[in-house]
């Protein structure tokens, strides 16, 4: 068992952190107070290949492997939150299901473009009666004339307002539950499909999240994505590979906030001494920093089986990757401010906007009691 990177895996690593700490944390502060999305670093990102890391070059992706994907965006995030998620999303959510369960001519239309980050997309699960209970799915796509009739909302949708391709849900088979689910893929501009509210969120400020709205939005009959009722399939499927991405997301939250943190306690004096020489505030960073470890592991573990291509090897460990991760990020970020005092409490010093940023790393791509829920279903099954 090695746990060291390879030379490639560390080469990325090291880039990441370069244009993290370059472009994005300098003005990470500024997105967090304009919510400006940052089109200028996801076109450099884009350009880097980091829009498309695991898909083949025949579809002009960068054919790395998973565990790189999870050191690019803990190191994206590293630097801003924000930035992080627009790329998990834009990765995990919608090529994803677009690779995995596309036709050929669909691969070809749209990944082209997403890779490259000429094209942003996004994937639409949730609505205001669907979130953690995807049977609850009220969006309906009906077919008239060879082209699907979609009619429905969407919400919290990540990258939403910017997305040039939407990977959406929808019930094509009215009162079969699960199985009545299908996925559509969307083109922005097509007649019927607009962009509704956009959230006022506690962090991560400069991703987009907005509403979907689909009003008699036809789309041609061939946009279906996999087979009709294959839809919840498809989710499953792409919301574990999504969390590995969360879980990088609040990985690199988490250990911003620890950075934060020790080089305050080494520069705060008090009783003439540095705060870092006081046992109390060890022992936080001695928390922290185990935890984020674990976290690490766990996350990088889950990303080393997703290559393997086997759902059933990396959908619990997914699960624990998400949730150890976003807690483990929620607790540094909570440490971090406890040793600012009341500067952390402000936002003179970004330890303030970590934690705002963290908290939502607990609750998207599942909730972590839907991933307590996946964990014990997969440990029950194995006896």
């Not at 880039?15 to 502060?29: G, H």
């Not at 046992?279 to 001695?286: L, T």
């Not at 599942?366 to 440990?379: A, C, F, K, P, Q």
């Amino acid at each position: 068992m090695d746990f060291n990177l390879t030379d490639e895996q560390q080469m990325v690593k090291e880039n990441c952190r370069r244009f993290a700490e370059k472009y994005l944390k300098p003005k990470a502060a500024e997105y967090d107070k304009t919510h400006e999305f940052p089109w200028e670093n996801i076109k450099m990102l884009g350009e880097m290949g980091m829009m498309g890391v695991v898909y083949p070059e025949k579809y002009n992706g960068s054919e790395m492997d998973y565990v790189s994907y999870a050191i690019i965006v803990e190191e994206l995030s590293r630097g801003c939150a924000s930035t992080g998620v627009i790329v998990s999303a834009h990765n995990s959510l919608c090529l994803s299901p677009i690779y995995y369960f596309g036709t050929e001519e669909q691969k070809n239309k749209y990944l082209s473009k997403l890779t490259t980050g000429e094209w942003i997309g996004c994937f639409g699960i949730t609505e205001s009666g669907a979130g953690s209970d995807a049977a609850g799915t009220t969006t309906t796509a009906e077919l008239k004339n060879g082209k699907w009739v979609l009619n429905g909302t969407k919400n919290f949708i990540t990258n939403g307002g910017v997305a040039h391709v939407a990977v959406v849900t929808a019930v094509t088979e009215k009162g079969a539950g699960h199985k009545g689910l299908s996925f559509f893929i969307i083109e922005k501009g097509t007649p019927g499909f607009s962009v509704g509210k956009t959230e006022e969120k506690l962090g991560i400020n400069a991703s987009s999240t907005t509403e979907l709205i689909f009003d008699n939005c036809e789309i041609p009959e061939e946009n279906i994505l996999g087979k009709p009722g294959e839809g919840f399939k498809i989710a499953m499927h792409t919301l574990d590979g999504g969390r590995i991405g969360i879980a990088a997301q609040a990985l690199g939250i988490a250990q911003a906030a620890l950075d934060e943190a020790v080089i305050y306690s080494k520069e705060r004096i008090q009783f003439k001494k540095p705060i870092s020489s006081f046992q109390a505030i060890q022992w936080m960073i001695a928390d922290m920093a185990t935890e984020i470890e674990a976290a690490r592991l766990l996350t990088y573990k889950g990303a080393a089986l997703m290559g393997t291509g086997e759902r059933r090897k990396y959908s619990k460990n997914a699960a624990m990757a998400k949730l150890f991760a976003s807690e483990a990020s929620h607790h540094a970020a909570h440490k971090a401010i406890q040793i600012f005092g009341g500067y952390g409490y402000t936002r003179e010093y970004p330890v303030e906007r970590l934690y705002r940023d963290a908290r939502i790393t607990e609750i998207y791509e599942g909730t972590s009691e839907i991933m307590r829920l996946v964990i014990s279903n997969n440990v029950i099954n194995e006896y």
